[in-house]
């Protein structure tokens, strides 16, 4: 069946610190790719997508992340994390390649500490 | 650009009864909609998909005549979650989809609380 892991259900990273969120589909064929992240209670906010070209796409915030096809990964990515980076982040695909459905993650719940 | 915005932010009903939430595109025409439930620390299911005028299509195992979407306009959609139980406690969450784009957009969500 088609799906979407996210290994970690949550991470703490002290602030300033790098920051790698994990990210793997199940799918036969490259699917359209997303990162949101959504802060207690609130609704979601894309962080950066990848559809085609370039595997590695630069979001807001500092955020980036990197497809790699044969791992069927999309991790992302941040240099150094600030205390308002704290939230809880979601993996997206989908598997249909523009009907807009889409498959979301369990979550990662990032911690930051001082 | 791009702004969905739900109404209401959360509420509260006692049980049997029936509560309407309003998912609205505030800047761009939604020709499709999408409902989202999601439990506490668990991620997002796509409850149905709603295309403008058009009758809303389930995700299997959601009783559509519990959950009852209308999508009449290019920039409204409503959930109506019929004699609602303390199972039916969630926060709902609706995005927005313009023609051509492959990018949903989020409203802030609905809180539903079933006493």
């Known amino acids: 069946a088609q799906s979407v892991t996210q290994p970690d259900i949550h991470i703490t990273v002290s602030e300033g610190a790098s920051l790698e969120l994990r990210c793997n589909y199940s799918y036969g064929a490259t699917p359209y790719l997303f990162w949101y992240v959504q802060s207690p209670g609130q609704g979601l906010q894309l962080l950066l997508k990848y559809f085609s070209g370039d595997t590695l796409v630069q979001g807001i915030k500092g955020f980036e992340a990197e497809f790699k096809r044969s791992q069927s990964s999309f991790n992302l990515r941040k240099p150094s994390v600030h205390w308002s980076d704290a939230a809880e982040y979601f993996c997206a695909v989908d598997m249909n390649s523009g009907y807009s459905t889409l498959t979301f993650g369990k979550g990662t719940m990032l911690l930051v500490s001082p | 650009g791009a702004v969905v915005s739900q109404h209401p932010s959360w509420v509260i009903c006692k049980s049997g009864t029936s509560v309407k939430i309003e998912c609205r595109s505030l800047d761009f025409q939604a020709t499709t909609m999408f409902w989202y439930r999601q439990f506490p620390k668990q991620s997002l299911m796509l409850m149905a998909t709603s295309n403008e005028g058009s009758k809303a299509t389930y995700e299997q195992g959601v009783e559509k005549d519990k959950f009852l979407i209308n999508h009449a306009s290019l920039t409204l959609s409503t959930l109506t979650v019929t004699s609602a139980h303390p199972e039916d406690s969630s926060f709902y969450i609706c995005?927005?989809?313009?023609?051509?784009?492959?990018?949903?957009?989020f409203g802030p969500g609905t809180r539903l609380t079933v006493l």
């Open positions: 995005s927005a989809l313009t023609s051509g784009s492959y990018e949903q957009f």
